[in-house]
Structures are given as C-alpha cells and as structure tokens.
C-alpha cells in the first residue's frame, strides 16, 4: 500500500481555540496515528505577517500553538513538525508558482473578494488596505502544500477554495515543466468543519468570540456562561438546529451522547442545566491534556529543539526537490545547459501531447508532430486524471489505440501523420 500524505498547518497570529482544536488540531493528531500515513504539521508564522504586526505576538502564538499540538497528542518522532519559516524554499516556491498562477484566480480568492467588497459598500478605492501578502495568500498556502506533495489536507469548508486553487497551480506548473506536482484534496470532517463561536458566528479570533483550547476550567465555565442562547424557560422545548450550544457538544461527543443531549432538549432542559453539561463532557476531554500543555509553556527551549529537528527533516524533503524544480524550470548551472542541449534538440523532435485547462472549465489535451503542427485535437474532461488516462491509452497503444479512444477525439488534422507519430510515441513506451 502506497503513503499518503496528510498536511495541515495553523496561522500564528493568536491563541488556540476550541475551534482550531475540533477542525484542525484533533482529526490531524487522529489522521497521524492511521497506518500508511505520513504526516506534516507546520506553524504557519510567514500567514501570519499578512495580517499582523506585532512581533511579540506572533513569536507567542508559535509557542502556544505548538504546545497544544504536542499536548493533544502530536509525537514529533512519528511526523514532520515543523515552523514554516524555517524551510526557506517555500518562499522560493511561491514565487514559481506565481509566475503560473493567473491574476483572475486570484481575484476570486475569498479574502481578497471580502475586502474589496467592504471597500466598496464603504465608498473608497476597492484595494484600500489590500497588501499585495493578502492578494497573494493563496499561492503562499499553494506552495505549503505542494512542497511536500500532500494527498489530503485537512481543512474547514471556508478553506476549501484554497485547495482548489493549490491544485489549478499544481497543474498549471505540470503542463509547462512535466510532472512534479501531486494534485491535492479536502480533507473535511463534516460534523466539525465549523464550530460556532460564543455569538453563534463561525468561531474566529476575527470576531472575538471564541473560547481558548486550554483555559482554565473556571475559564471555561464562565465562558461557556455567555454563549449565546434563546429566550426559552426551563420546561419549554429547546431546539437543537441552530443552537450554538448543541452544536458545541456535538463536536466532543458520542453519537449516543449527542442523542441523548437531543432528547433533553426536546424534553426542555434548561439552558443553565445544558451549559453545565457542555463545560462537563468539553473538560472532560480537555482536561488530561493541560499539565502537558503547561509544561511545555514554561520550557519553550524544549519545544524549539523539537521544531528544529522537524525542519532538518522537512528540508531532507524540501531541499532536493526543490533542486529539482529549479532544474525544470530552467534556472541550471550553465555547463549543464550546454551538455544537455544535444538531449534537448532530440526531445524537441519528436510529437508530444500537451495537456491544458480552457476557460470553460474543462480539461483537454492534443497531439503535436516535430514541428509543433496539430495532429489531433481532444474533447473536454472533467477533471485532467482522466484526460491523462486516455493520453497514456495512445502512448502506449499507438495507432492500434485510436478506436478504443474514439469517444474523446474531437478533430484529427492529419491522419497519417497521426499514426506515425502514435507509433513513435509506443516505440518510447515500448
């Protein structure tokens, strides 16, 4: 059985919350312990500078979320746990993949659209306090990603988009250079994706309103106190849609937990009796963990060492392949230019598909003799797996392949010159 390879990280800009812990933190730490798993784990300090500029708090917040990492569970010996700055070909990364990144998907992102939008409704220039790190966000979150070649990445629904465009990116730069890149997927937990916070919203630090992952249980208690609930008496019928507070328990709960808290609901629990039994069944798993996140506060060299072994084998990783990379793109010592220009010359001879992405969405690919001339042009997939199932149908059949393939070409601009070039590209297979 092949690995595969999970990636998640957290941005350092603030404390972490019940919310980072339930859609993130938790199923992360779950997913690293699976077997044919390889996992990486990374404090996400360069997002953090899009939005803060308070050194201190962001040196802070590295510390705080990488103690509740490990005190969740994380084993640094199993994973790869690492700070991202300290991987320096991400940042080169990103700017590879800017160079293959279209300003429209750009314009698109989520982020950037909310601020534009606000800046409009307010009357003033549309890019008013946009910095150009905004902007460029999702190519930063797509190199974090395809550095390491991530299968899955775990991430709220909000998030999704960004892996979306991670994979527009992986494809873009493998049509150009060859393959490099895997095309990653959302990793969700729909029960936890999004956990309301203590006005119901989304719980975000961007709306104050969430309740820290390790307060203490006095702290959690008062806070769980002031979530936001109905006017409905003890007796009265409560309903579980929409209350912030059912939602909360469902995310640490059992099933037959979460069943049970429902009846009681119906039967009209009252809105004290249910916070207190939120604060119980929350505590109850959080509790175990707070001596081990306490420690690790006080004794931030120990989790430096960690983060620093954790990028030594982040960069076993990344240094090569970014070698690699950079071999592809063309950025080479000059002798090896030169001696591999003969190689080069005999590759540009010969046909070759070319695999691309129309504005209409679809994905299409078609066939070139020597001289760049149209030999057969494809019709549109929905996705480019199964484009390059039928490309590597042909290369490996050649003409003989040509009927089995019919259903998915559009146009064939020279027939003979087809199946010379289809025989040619089996006989490299071959």
């Known amino acids: 059985m092949s690995t595969v390879r999970f ?23 779950q997913a690293s312990l699976r077997p044919g798993v390889e996992s990486y784990y990374f404090l996400a300090d360069y997002h953090a500078l899009i ?80 910095s150009a790190g905004l902007f460029m966000y999702p190519v930063l979150m797509g190199a974090d990603i395809l550095m390491f070649n991530a299968h899955h990445v775990p991430v709220g629904r909000d998030q999704v988009q960004h892996i979306e465009m991670a994979r527009d990116m992986a494809h873009s730069f493998n049509h150009r250079y060859g393959e490099h890149f895997v095309a990653p997927l959302a990793a969700i937990e729909e029960s936890v994706a999004t956990l309301p916070g203590l006005d119901g919203r989304k719980m975000s630090k961007s709306y104050d309103n969430t309740i820290p992952l390790f307060a203490s249980s006095a702290q959690l208690q008062k806070l769980i106190a002031n979530i936001k609930t109905d006017s409905r008496a003890p007796g009265e019928p ?21 069943a049970a808290f429902a009846q009681e609901f119906a039967q009209g629990i009252s809105w004290a009796a249910a916070k207190e039994k939120l604060h119980a069944r929350i505590d109850q798993e959080i509790a175990p963990m707070r001596a081990r996140y306490q420690h690790l506060m006080e004794h931030p060299h120990e989790v430096e060492a960690m983060l620093l072994q954790g990028a030594i084998k982040a960069r076993a990783v990344a240094t090569p392949f970014m070698a690699r990379l950079r071999q592809a793109v063309g950025l080479r010592g000059l002798a090896v230019q030169s001696t591999s220009g003969a190689a080069k010359a005999a590759k540009s001879a010969s046909a070759a598909f070319k695999q691309y992405r129309e504005s209409d969405g679809q994905f299409y690919f078609k066939l070139l003799d020597a001289k760049g001339a149209l030999l057969l042009q494809s019709t549109g997939f929905a996705n480019p797996k199964e484009a390059a199932q039928v490309m590597a149908q042909l290369k490996a059949g050649g003409a003989s392949a040509l009927p089995a393939c019919k259903a998915f070409i559009a146009n064939v601009a020279d027939a003979a010159g087809l199946d010379e070039a289809l025989e040619s590209l089996r006989a490299q297979v071959a």
């Open 7 to 29: 990636l998640t990280g957290i941005t350092t800009s603030g404390t972490p919350h019940l919310g980072n812990y339930v859609g993130s933190i938790r199923p992360a730490v």
């Open 51 to 130: 939005k803060i500029d308070e050194p201190a708090r962001i040196q802070r917040s590295t510390l705080e979320i990488a103690a509740s990492w490990l005190a969740a569970g994380l084993d640094p010996e199993r994973v790869v746990f690492y700070r991202q700055s300290d991987i320096p070909e991400i940042p080169e990364l990103t700017w590879f993949l800017t160079c293959v990144t279209g300003k429209g998907i750009l314009n698109r992102a989520h982020a950037y659209k909310a601020s534009v939008d606000k800046n409009t409704a307010a009357g003033t220039d549309p890019d008013t306090d946009v």
């Open 238 to 258: 409560k309903d579980t849609e929409g209350s912030a507070l059912f939602q909360i328990y469902q995310a640490f709960a059992s099933p037959e937990e979460t």
